[in-house]
Every structure is written in C-alpha cells, then in structure tokens.
C-alpha cells in the first residue's frame, strides 16, 4: 500500500506542478499574478471538449489545439487588461485586481453560456482502465501527465536557457528597462509570454480534466489556490521551484490523508505555505528578494 | 398597484408561459412564494425543483383554489448564499405578501431563512432540505422531503442482507448536508450492527480521493458509504474503479447520490450503487407515469426527486388553501398539518413535528447502466 | 424600536422589514470596508479581514449560545480573539510585503477554515445555528458612524500624514522617523477590531454561521469593496462598500448578469480609477513649522 500511496502522491503532485508551470513564468517574468491563469485552464478544457465531442478529434490533435486556443485567448485577455497599468502607481497590487475582476467576469459569463453541470471528454478517448505495474495501479491519464510534465517543463527551461527569445525573456525578467533599451520590444515579448502561459495552461486544463474526468467552467479557479501554494513555496519564477514544490505538495497532502486524518489534507497545504512565507518568503528556490534601498 | 407589479414579477420571472390572462372577475390570484437555487453551481436541483412547481401550477390553475382562483407564483433566485436567500424572502413576505413560501433548496439556506420566515408566522415548505434539525427552528416550518435519518438504513439494511458485514465510510466534510447524511449513516450502521472499519473525509470541490480511497482498499471493507453530493460521488467512483475496487465492494450513497447525474459523470464506474430514495422515476402508478410524461414534454428534459417533490409540494399548498377557506396564512398553517394527499412520491401526511410522517414509499434503487432500477 | 403610530406608518414598516436584511448588510460591509482601509492606508495588502470577521462571528457566537451572554456584553468582547490572532500572526507576517502578505493572510484565513471544519465544537460543516437575532441597527450604524469619526480624525492629524507617508514610500517615511513596525501592527489590530465587530454583528442578524463563509471570495469582495471606492478618506470605501452591495438587490432580475457585471465593475475601476470612485485627499491641519 505504501508503494500506491507513494504513486498517488506523485501523480497529484504532477498534476499540481503541471498546472503551475505557466502561473510561475507569467509572476516570473513579468511581475503579474494573473489570476486569469485559472479562467485559461478551464478554456483548454473546453476547446478540448469540443474539439472530441464535436469534431471527434482524438487527443494528440485535441491536445495541442486546446493549448493554441488557450493560448491566443490569453494573449488577448492579457492585453486588454494589463497593458495599461505600467504605468500605475503599484503594479502588483493592480494587476492583482484587475485580474480578479477580470476572471470574475469571465467565469460568469462563461457559466452563463455554457452552464455549471460537469461534462466529461468521449471516454473512448483514452483507456479508463488502470494498468498494473509492479503492483501499483496507474491510469494512462495519469501516465499522460507525467510524460507532460517531463516534456514540457523539459522546453520550457530549454527555451529559457538555450535560446535567444529565452535569453530576451530572461532580460526582461531581471530588468525591463534595460531590457528596452537593448533593443528588446517587450511589448511584444510580454505578448509572447502570455502566450507561453495561456498555452501551458490549457495543456493543464485538458490533462488534468483528462484525468479526473470533470470539466465544468470553474475548474480553474479550485485549482488557483494549490498553484498559489506551488509557486510560493517554489519561488515564485522558478521553473524547477514550481516542479519540486508541486510534487512535495501532492506527497505530503497524500501522506497526510492516508496515514494521519484525511480531514486535514486541505489544511496541510496551507499550513506548508504559511510557514515558507514566515521562514524563507523567497520560496525554496526563489533568489532571496533584495530590499530596494 | 400591487397587483400590477405582482402580474409582471409574475409574468417576468415564473415564466410560465401557459398562465392565461387572469381573471380580474373571479377575485385576485393568491400569491405563493418559492426561493431556489437558480444561478451558479447547485443550480441543477434548483432548476428541477422549479420546472416541478411550475408544472404542478398549471395543472393547478385549470380549475384554481377557492372556487376559481389561481395561484400566482414568485420564484426567486438565492445564488446560493444566505443572504440573497434572506432578502428573498423578506421581499417576498413584505413586498409580494405571500401566503406561503416553499424552499429553499439547501439545508443551510433553511437555517438562514427558517427563523425570518417563522417570526412572521407564515409557512414555509422544504422540499429539498434533509439535514437534522430543520423542522425544530419553529412551528411554522414545514417540510415534505424525507430526512435521510429515513432513507439511509433502508439502504443499509438491503445491503446486510445481502452479505455485507463491515464498511468504510468516506464524506464531504465541509458541506451541511453531507455531513448530516454521514452522522445518519454512522448511526445506522453503529445500530445494524456493522462494524466500521475507518472514516475518511474529503473536501466538496477536491478532486483527488486517491489516499483515501487506497487507505480504505487496504482494509478491505463488505460495503463502502459515500455521503457527498452528486459530482463528489461520482468523482469518488471513478477514481475507485482505477485504482481497483470491483464487484466485491458494494457502494452506498446518501441523497446527494440520488439524481441523473450520476450516470452521466460517473457511467459505468457508478454501476452495482445502491442508493435509498423516496421516489422511483420507473414507479409504475398512473399518476407517476402521468407526472413523468408531462415534465418531459414541458422541460425537455427526464424529471429527478427534486422535480417529483417540488410537484408534490405544490399540490400540497393547493389543497391546504382550499381547506383553510381562505388565502390567509394563520389558517394556512393548521390546515397543512391536515394534509392527506396521495401524489406521484405516494400517500403523504405531516407527523405533528411536521416531517413526512409516511416511510413506506422508500425504495431501494441500483445503478445499472447510466439508469436507476429497482434493486433486488 | 417603538414610534409613535403617526410617525411609523405601515408602509414603512412593510419597507423597513422587507429591507431590514439589506440596511444591515449595509451597516456591516461598511465596517469591513473600513477594516480593510485602515491596512490600505498603511500601504499593506493584509487580506485577512474575512478572517478576522469568522473570528469576531465564531467567538461571538459561542458567548451566546454556550454561556447565554447578554449581547451587550458579547459584542465588545468580540473584537478580543480576532485583536489576539492579530497580534499572535502580526510578527511573522507583517514582514513580509506586497503580494506575499496578501497570500499569507489568506493562506491563514484558510487553515483557520479548517479549523472550524474539523473540530466539533465549532459546529463542523453544520456550523452554529440559533443564534438570536439580537444585533439591532443602532448598534451597526452607531459602531460605522463612530469609526468613520475617529479614523477621520485620525487621518487629519499627523499619524494620518505618517501613515500617507508609509502607503508613498515606505523606506522614506522610516527614514523620516516613523515607526513602521509599529503603525503596520496598529493597522493590523485596528483592521481585527473593526472586522471582529462586523462579524459579531452578522452572527447575531443572521441566526446561522458556517464555516465557507470566511475564506478566500469573501476576502476579495471586501477588497473590492476598498477598491471601487478609493482610500483617500474614510468614508471612500464605505462607498465602495455600499454600491457593492446594493447592485445584487438592484439587480435581482438579472440573476446571471450579477457576477459578470461585478467583476466587469472591479476591471473597470482599476483601469480607469486608480484611486477610486471619491478621489478626495485629506486636508490636513499643517504641521507647526520648525525653527531652523
């Protein structure tokens, strides 16, 4: 039982580390907590639904439209409501509401169209059935998830740090002025990054709504308060953070709910971010933050 | 004036579309008031309960109450949170005076709504609201849906007697209604005799029960019972039937377990569930099959409990203002305490603590393929 | 509240009644506005006003229902355990800036949750039932009113220029000389009091608590709340507070329009009011000049 309970741990903590990949490169890099980060995982979701349901497409195609879709919506979304607030007077604090009201509206909007019941994708989309492996029982779902994961945070730290646009991404990261200067349109990059995050969120979207076969407008949003666990605890901008801290994350909430009270699984997580952010607020991986003088 | 902006609230928000112009000569409609869920997640039971009101309205108002009168009903929309829910009544009760209210849907709702609406001393009928304690708030609250302290050791006894002799409990801890459905479920099989061998709990919108769930297959428990709503359960399911449990485990729900949706999310994993209810879409009487065709033809869509119960309800208040003689709510009140009215849920009386009195209308339901049938 | 016939005319009472849930929601959403006013006005992002409200309401409630007190005695001494978690949470917490604090505080508001959730004598997912309803709308406006008073004077004088100073440019007003520790732990507790008050004012109108109803949403509407009105004067986020909480009412026809329009109304007040709906300053009386 310990060997599937250790399974268990580390696919919820996939899941948890997938879905906050794109949440930490949008903080990290452009300084925004974007709260629509969950309204563009339950997108990915539903392009995906209706890109099975109706234009029966099977998953490896339904895959990447889903993340392009969510991608471009993204990039939209962000535009409209973060682009002017360069100039505010507090930007974190701004793109903090902004952000909220914005998803707040979006979510409405979305129930109203599309209605709160859950839909699930075509089961025939991928084996239900669990495969046994060495004794431990794991779903293709979930076998799906970690080959993700692997793969994209795999890009996501090649890009950074192989090539020139991750170089430029960086730049911006450390210092967007400079960054102008040397000839780097950040507007357009800021584009980008939206981009890369509304895509990776989307990619979250349909393989975790995959896996616990439950799609419905406000999925994000329950997912939103474990990310903001992953990425403090990781270090906020920190890939390697986010993947590390997500896995601890599921481990620990599915050690606390097998072999101590499954009351507290909840709490257990928050517990973890209250003392990060007392002890080490940079997170595990995060550069210590550096007091402006 | 009133009157006027009665009609358009009326014509606006019952939507009813089958009222026909109501008759300023036979005497004014009689107002009736109904808070719901209409908006947001657990809009589903809402919007059943609705559809069963408004289809027992019209049926009603063919011949209308107190030699020719119609009821005018006003269903307002609680969003779930207990304060709209509180305003929705006030505004009913002073703007609107109403002479009954029926609702609201969830348990927590009652306990919010219950005391505004009783210090007025107008009666207010749940039809959907389970949990314990609901009719003890005051003697002007009513309800007809059968608290699960009724349904669930039906259940349980069917599944003893078909060889279970210990069980796992697993509930949603943070929500009412579960809670209160796991309290009766305890109790039930702490009174059966079957021994429980651990009791796990998880969050209403959690997705992952996979250490729960593994920890209870360790153990190896007769039956497994699940109180939660219906999208928990379903997600308990799923994830049990993938990590192994099979035939041998005999899965049990409370109320929450109890609608169409279960077969939708769930499918195939939800097969082989035994689940107590008041009420059976399959029941073979004609008024059942009658209500059944009626609702489908009018919403589209197969009618659940929380439809049947709400048509039921509706009946009920009719009959009760017919024998109160007049639309005043303090004889509204002893009249409803004299209800005797046989409808699509069955015979029906109010126990003087004013609960369902009857239980013999419990059956025992399986999941077989997406649909309810009758378990043997 | 007995008035003379003539006076209180049956309409009114149908109205008042029919209302009475509103004109309190009113009376205590503008006590929380200003319990996140005062951390605003500091400069920080403390979030944890809904908690400090489950709180004031859970302790409140317990006074009455296990040891029968009089309300008020109970409603004083509401402000105690959510001021003690304050300060209890302050010292680590309060280090920590922008967008940490904000998460921290609802991290604590959450395990707090758990809290109510697992043990029993909080009620669990039941919550406490039966409260009697004995919160009356004098006391409400009378604890706004008297707020609003004080934090006006207090915002007049030079600990308002201190704390405008803090909320501009923190590492410049301690160069100046204030005590910024000390004005974050005074906001932070005046932020509990203010929030306890308004949660033992709903627990006592409303004869039911649980424990979904101090957590992470409502946080955010109260932040809202500060948000569309502004914090430039006291009586901004009240404002703020009001036309919140008014729109659901207003809007009662229009169930599925509600939520939209309320977050589309927080997006547009960011873009385009940065300091809020009343973008007054305050005046203040001028500092006696130094000698040089």
């Known amino acids: 039982m310990l060997a599937q309970q250790l399974t268990n741990g580390i696919l919820l903590g996939a899941t948890y580390a997938l879905f906050a990949l794109g949440f930490t490169l949008m903080f990290g890099v452009l300084r925004v907590i974007n709260l629509t980060y969950g309204f563009y995982f339950s997108a990915g979701a539903f392009i995906a639904l209706f890109a099975t349901r109706a234009a029966g497409m099977p998953i490896w195609a339904a895959l990447p439209l889903a993340a392009i879709g969510a991608g471009v919506i993204a990039m939209l979304i962000d535009r409209l409501l973060l682009s002017r607030l360069n100039r505010a007077r507090n930007p974190e604090l701004a793109s903090l509401m902004v952000t909220l009201g914005g998803v707040l509206a979006l979510y409405s909007a979305a129930t109203a169209i599309l209605g709160s019941d859950i839909r699930r994708l075509p089961p025939e989309l991928i084996g239900a059935e669990a495969l046994l492996i060495g004794g431990v029982r794991i779903t293709m779902a979930q076998i799906l998830i970690l080959i993700a994961t692997i793969v994209l945070v795999s890009g996501l730290i090649l890009l950074l740090r192989g090539t020139r646009l991750g170089l430029a991404i960086r730049a911006m990261a450390e210092r967007p002025d400079a960054a102008g200067l040397m000839g780097i349109d950040t507007r357009r990059l800021a584009s980008l990054v939206s981009f890369l995050s509304g895509a990776l969120a989307g990619a979250a979207g349909v393989l975790i709504g995959l896996n616990f076969n439950a799609i419905q407008p406000y999925m994000g949003e329950e997912m939103m308060l474990r990310g903001f666990v992953v990425v403090i605890v990781g270090g906020l901008g920190d890939v390697r953070g986010a993947v590390i801290a997500g896995l601890l994350l599921g481990v620990i909430e599915v050690a606390t709910a097998g072999y101590l009270a499954s009351g507290l699984k909840d709490a257990v997580g928050f517990c973890l971010l209250v003392a990060v952010l007392w002890t080490r607020p940079s997170g595990l991986f995060g550069r210590s933050a550096v007091r402006r003088a | 004036m009133l009157r006027r902006q009665l009609l358009a609230a009326v014509a606006a928000i019952s939507g009813s579309a089958a009222l026909p112009a109501i008759g300023r000569a036979q005497g004014a409609p009689i107002p009736v008031g109904a808070i719901e869920i209409l908006s947001g997640p657990n809009a589903a039971y809402g919007v059943a309960i609705k559809g069963g009101l408004e289809l027992a309205l019209d049926e009603i108002n063919k011949k209308g109450v107190l030699g020719g009168r119609k009821i005018a009903l006003t269903v307002e929309d609680s969003a779930a949170s207990k304060d709209q829910a509180i305003n929705a009544a006030r505004k009913l009760i002073g703007r609107d005076h109403v002479v009954t209210i029926i609702g609201p849907t969830l348990s927590n709702e009652m306990f919010a709504v219950g005391p505004v609406v009783n210090e007025r001393k107008i009666p207010i009928i749940g039809t959907s609201t389970t949990a314990a304690g609901i009719t003890d708030i005051g003697p002007y609250v009513f309800r007809t849906s059968l608290p699960e302290s009724d349904v669930v050791p039906v259940t349980f006894k069917k599944a003893q007697s078909r060889g279970a002799k210990t069980i796992a409990l697993i509930y949603a801890n943070d929500d009412a209604f579960s809670k209160s459905g796991f309290d009766v479920m305890k109790a039930s099989a702490d009174k059966l005799g079957l021994t429980i061998l651990t009791i796990e709990t998880f969050g209403s919108k959690d997705t992952d029960f996979s250490a729960q769930l593994t920890k209870i297959k360790g153990l190896k428990p007769d039956a497994v019972g699940i109180s939660a709503l219906v999208e928990p359960v379903s997600g308990v399911l799923l994830q049990a039937r993938q990590l192994g449990f099979g035939k041998e485990t005999q899965f049990i729900g409370g109320n929450g377990a109890n609608s169409p949706k279960l077969g939708v999310i769930a499918g195939a994993a939800a097969d082989g569930l035994l689940v107590g209810s008041p009420w059976f879409i399959g029941k073979p009487d004609a008024v059942n099959q009658a209500f059944v065709t009626a609702f489908k033809a009018k919403t589209g869509t197969e009618p659940d409990q929380f439809a049947a119960q709400a048509y039921d309800c509706m009946f009920i208040v009719a009959a009760a203002i017919d024998r109160a003689g007049a639309a005043e709510p303090d004889k509204i009140t002893p009249a409803l305490l004299k209800t005797n009215y046989t409808g699509v849920m069955g015979p029906f009386t109010f126990t003087d603590h004013r609960d369902p009195a009857s239980t013999e209308g419990v059956v025992v339901l399986k999941m077989q393929g997406g649909k309810f049938v009758i378990a043997k | ?292």
Not at chain 3, 141 to 163: C, Q, T
């Open chain 3, 1 to 292: 509240m007995t008035l003379p016939d003539w006076l209180y005319p049956g309409w009114l009472d149908d109205f008042l009644w029919t209302y009475q849930n509103v004109i309190h929601s009113l009376g205590i959403n503008g006590l929380l506005a200003l319990s996140m006013y005062v951390v605003l006005a500091v400069g920080q992002l403390s979030l944890g006003q809904a908690a400090f409200m489950g709180l004031g309401a859970y302790s409140s409630a317990l006074l009455t229902l296990k040891l029968k007190l009089p309300f008020l005695l109970v409603l004083p001494a509401s402000c105690i355990t959510p001021m003690l978690f304050a300060f209890a949470i302050g010292g680590p917490t309060l280090r920590l800036s922008g967008v940490y604090l904000a998460i921290a505080t609802i991290g604590l508001g959450e395990v707090l949750r758990a809290v109510y959730l697992n043990v029993d004598y909080f009620g669990g997912a039941l919550g406490l039932s039966g409260i009697p309803d004995s919160a009356e709308t004098w006391m409400i406006y009378g604890l706004l009113f008297a707020a609003i008073a004080v934090l006006w004077l207090i915002a007049r004088s030079g600990v308002g220029r201190a704390m405008e100073a803090m909320r501009e440019d923190e590492t410049a007003a301690q160069m100046m000389g204030v005590n910024v520790g000390r004005y974050r732990m005074g906001a932070l507790l005046a932020s509990a009091m203010l929030a306890g008050f308004a949660g033992a004012l709903s627990a006592h109108v409303s004869s039911f608590i649980g424990p979904n109803e101090y957590g992470f949403e409502p946080a955010v509407t109260i932040l809202s709340y500060a948000l569309l009105g502004g914090i430039g004067t006291p009586l901004a986020p009240v404002l703020g507070a009001w036309i919140l909480t008014l729109l659901p009412e207003l809007l009662r026809d229009v169930t599925d329009m509600r939520s939209i329009l309320n977050g589309l109304i927080i997006v547009l007040a960011v873009l385009f009011l940065p300091n809020g709906l009343l973008a007054w300053r305050m005046r203040r009386i001028a500092a006696p000049a130094r000698p040089r």
